[in-house]
């Protein structure tokens, strides 16, 4: 069975600075995919960012970035020039490949963006 | 990303009643829907997977009678809490995916409270 783990329950950082956040995942498998889900006060669940495990390139989107490291197990999320709205709930999530795959979500972190 | 909805958004009721919840994939067909329960705080658990046409298969621990899943079409899903209790208080959140290899991005809806009083 595969694990995700966020060890730092909250984190703060303010606003324009860059913030890491965490995560590391536990499995035997060799291909799959992993993601940056971010949930705001209102609750909706959003997609940050996806990683396929085979791609050695880390994915980027905008000010958000990863730095996927397979050997170590460990899918880290940068925000640069952090912004108020970035405040939320992040999770990070593993997936198997497969059509029914499910994903295996971590606990989640709260960050919150100071003005 | 997909455009996926829920309906309701809010919903209270009496306890004993049932309350139906609905998914909609509103631009791709979702041959698979996922539904979770969040508590406040906390991660997302996931209760089952509906695939269209087939009967749910559910987490261990949910108990398929209390929460009855029929996903008749490509881009509708729905959940009934039957007899709810106001244990099952909580916040209802879908997701679904194309259901294609290479494409098993989850997409979620915007959620559902549900209070039972």
């Known amino acids: 069975a595969q694990t995700v783990t966020q060890s730092q329950p909250e984190m703060s950082v303010q606003e324009a600075e860059t913030v890491t956040l965490s995560c590391t995942y536990d499995?035997?498998?060799?291909?799959?995919?992993l993601f940056w889900y971010k949930q705001p006060p209102s609750r909706q669940m959003i997609l940050v960012i996806r990683?396929?495990?085979?791609?050695?390139q880390n994915a980027t989107e905008n000010r958000f970035s990863v730095n996927f490291q397979k050997a170590a197990k460990s899918f880290s999320l940068k925000i640069s020039d952090s912004q108020l709205g970035d405040t939320a709930m992040y999770f990070c999530?593993?997936?198997?490949?497969?059509?029914?795959?499910?994903?295996?979500f971590g606990k989640g972190i709260t960050l919150s963006v100071r003005p | 990303g997909a455009v996926v909805s829920q309906h309701p958004s809010w919903v209270i009721c009496k306890s004993g009643t049932s309350v139906k919840i609905e998914c909609r994939s509103l631009?791709?067909?979702?041959?698979?829907m996922f539904w979770y329960r969040q508590f406040p705080k906390q991660s997302l658990m996931l209760m089952a997977t509906?695939?269209?046409?087939?009967?749910?298969?559910?987490e261990q621990g949910v108990e398929k009678d209390k929460f009855l899943i029929n996903h008749a079409s490509l881009t509708l899903s729905t959940l009934t809490v039957t007899s709810a209790h106001p244990e099952d208080s909580s916040f209802y959140i879908c997701?679904?995916?194309?259901?294609?290899?290479?494409?098993?991005?989850?997409?979620f809806g915007p959620g559902t409270r549900l209070l039972v009083l």
């Open positions: 997701s679904v995916t194309p259901g294609v290899a290479g494409q098993e991005t989850q997409y």
């Open positions: 990683q396929e495990a085979y791609k050695q």
């Open positions: 631009d791709f067909q979702a041959t698979t």
């Open positions: 499995t035997s498998e060799n291909n799959y995919y």
């Open positions: 999530a593993f997936m198997k490949p497969g059509a029914n795959s499910k994903l295996t």
């Open positions: 509906s695939n269209e046409g087939s009967k749910a298969t559910y």
